[in-house]
């Protein structure tokens, strides 16, 4: 649950994103075909699709009474299935694989043919994707047919041109990014100036890979929408449901930005949403025998700077169930750190690590860990220094640590580690009660792989 407090109304509004036009391939007589393409970075991107130029994704279009067909190319085993394109249902998070539809790893892509079981006048055809790294974009040809030429072949296989067929060129969509990173969140939406694409019962997209660096560039696809001109508008789909865990039923998460409205429609849009199905989550990461995380979280964001003791500036800092926030620094930040900082504030308030012996380079290790590796992209994972590091400078380079040693010797490490600090029966000691060899010599052994 998520509530924020304000006394002014809030207008939900969209995002401000990239607006690309594609050149499209017109029939004759007709306006000529535009795509409008759309990307929130991974750090912005919500369940809910929220783009600013593309159309948010729809329940009850035409596709979801299409039949989808797989022409060519074979179907990731971990992937939701064709089925997917079309359910009305939204990915839960931006590495979602049984809620996505994407060929399998190593191929080149394939082909996929929508029956829409009637002639329609189809005024929009709108697609969405979402992956934390290059199978993010969309690269695909998108042709159609009425059906009614001679020789028409419902599914031609890769190698033959559909333009051959029976079938006209619609579109090319290319949702790739100029420069920069492939990961986020992309919406492709293609229509005609004159309002209707054309008459179409079948659909056909020739699908590519994003990049060919590696095995991983096959997108994964969320949704695909067909919009039929003499239907009426389709409802949004029913968003997934917040992530569940053992324990109470609801967590709450209230955020003040009374000193800061300018920041209201971000703290509306994009943080709670983030804090609400990330703090399940990090409660989830960080048990304990007989422990019960905080049920409700207050976040309040000031507008002055000077938060920490003795007006001191800084970015945020915790105090047991109470996240407080730097409304200048958040506002500065808000295209980059700025929700992973509330998350790492948001691992303080599950630790609730309040012992002595509680070493603060491993506290925030642990809450650096949840944040750059679990909740960021791994695009933005830190590397430390080998030549500089120590494996107690805390924060990044101890979570990097902590990410070795997790994935090499005991994948609960970081629970156990932290819930011997909130019982303050932490030592050095339980390095090598862990993995049988002592801090050092695992710091050393972790350097050697940096280098």
Request: net charge neutral; with cysteine; proline share 8%.
């Amino acid at each position: 649950m998520f509530q924020l407090l304000d006394r002014d109304p809030l207008r939900l509004v969209g995002f401000a994103a990239a607006l690309l036009l594609v050149a499209g391939t017109g029939g004759a007589g007709r306006a000529e075909i535009k795509t409008v393409v759309d990307r929130k970075k991974a750090y912005h991107a919500t369940p809910a699709f929220c783009l600013q130029n593309v159309p948010p994704p729809s329940a009850g279009d035409a596709a979801g009474k299409a039949v989808f067909t797989l022409v060519d190319g074979e179907a990731d085993p971990h992937c939701g299935g064709l089925a997917k394109l079309s359910d009305g249902k939204l990915p839960r998070h931006d590495d979602d694989p049984a809620e996505n539809f994407f060929f399998n790893a190593g191929t080149p892509g394939g082909r996929i043919a929508v029956d829409l079981g009637k002639l329609l006048r189809v005024k929009q055809v709108n697609t969405y994707s979402w992956h934390a790294d290059a199978r993010g974009p969309q690269v695909y040809k998108l042709f159609g047919s009425d059906g009614a030429a001679a020789g028409f072949n419902p599914g031609p296989k890769a190698g033959t041109d559909p333009r051959k067929c029976g079938w006209k060129l619609i579109c090319a969509v290319d949702t790739r990014p100029a420069k920069g990173y492939l990961d986020g969140q992309y919406g492709a939406s293609i229509s005609d100036s004159g309002g209707v694409i054309g008459k179409y019962r079948y659909l056909l997209l020739d699908v590519s890979r994003t990049e060919n660096d590696d095995a991983f560039g096959n997108t994964f696809y969320s949704e695909m929408d067909v919009i039929d001109a003499e239907a009426p508008p389709a409802p949004a789909p029913a968003l997934p449901p917040p992530t569940v865990v053992k324990g109470p039923p609801k967590y709450e998460v209230s955020i003040d930005c009374s000193e800061m409205p300018e920041l209201k429609q971000w703290a509306q849009n994009e943080l709670g949403p983030t804090l609400t199905r990330w703090y399940p989550i990090i409660v989830a990461a960080l048990p304990g025998e007989d422990y019960a995380a905080p049920e409700k979280v207050t976040v309040t964001i000031k507008k002055d700077p000077r938060i920490l003791p003795g007006k001191r500036q800084g970015v945020a800092f915790t105090v047991g169930s109470h996240v407080v926030c730097s409304g200048p620094w958040l506002k500065a930040n808000l295209e980059g750190e700025a929700r992973g900082a509330v998350v790492h504030e948001l691992a303080h308030v599950a630790q609730q690590i309040r012992g002595r012996h509680a070493p603060s380079w491993l506290i925030e290790g642990v809450a650096d860990y949840i944040r750059w590796f679990q909740y960021e992209p791994k695009s933005h994972r830190p590397r430390p220094d080998p030549r500089r590091a120590k494996p107690t400078d805390g924060y990044r380079t101890t979570a990097a640590f902590l990410d070795y040693l997790s994935n090499k010797y005991d994948e609960r490490i970081v629970a156990r580690l932290n819930a011997a600090m909130r019982e303050s029966d932490y030592s050095d000691a339980l390095f090598k009660e862990y993995t049988g060899k002592e801090m050092e010599e695992l710091w050393r052994e972790y350097v050697a792989t940096l280098r």
